[in-house]
């Protein structure tokens, strides 16, 4: 089992930046990829951004790219996502993923583990 806890998240104006990290525990040594999704009201959950744990090769979803960065620090099992130039379109509550094996990363199915998830909501 891994436990994962997200902190981060807040109100901000457009054009503002927040950072979120996600701490993972328990069984770390089973982590093969890491991802953050986000889910507006009434949508599905859309990956953000995803990074392979041991390479630290990340993915963005193009909505984000240029405006967001994935992260991670071996040493303390955690994942960051800064997100910077934020817009209104990027409100919704954000989750981030452990996924084990290979698998299509861009599926949240594909995940084996999740957050509780944290609000990020962006104002005009």
């Known amino acids: 089992q891994v436990q994962l806890v997200e902190s981060g998240g807040g109100l901000v104006q457009a054009g503002g930046s927040l950072r979120l990290s996600c701490a993972a525990s328990?069984?770390?040594?089973?982590?093969?990829?890491m991802g953050w999704f986000r889910q507006a009201p009434g949508k599905e959950r859309d990956i953000v951004a995803s990074?392979?744990?041991?390479?630290?090769?990340?993915y963005y979803a193009d909505s984000v790219k240029g405006r967001f960065t994935i992260s991670r620090d071996t040493a303390k099992n955690t994942v960051y996502l800064q997100m910077n130039s934020l817009k209104p379109e990027d409100t919704a509550v954000y989750y981030c993923?452990?996924?084990?094996?290979?698998?299509?990363?861009?599926?949240?199915?594909?995940?084996?583990?999740w957050g509780q998830g944290t609000q990020v909501t962006v104002s005009s």
């Open positions: 993923a452990v996924m084990t094996t290979w698998a299509n990363l861009l599926r949240a199915s594909e995940y084996d583990y």
């Open positions: 328990g069984r770390t040594s089973s982590i093969y990829n």
């Open positions: 990074i392979r744990w041991s390479s630290g090769n990340p």
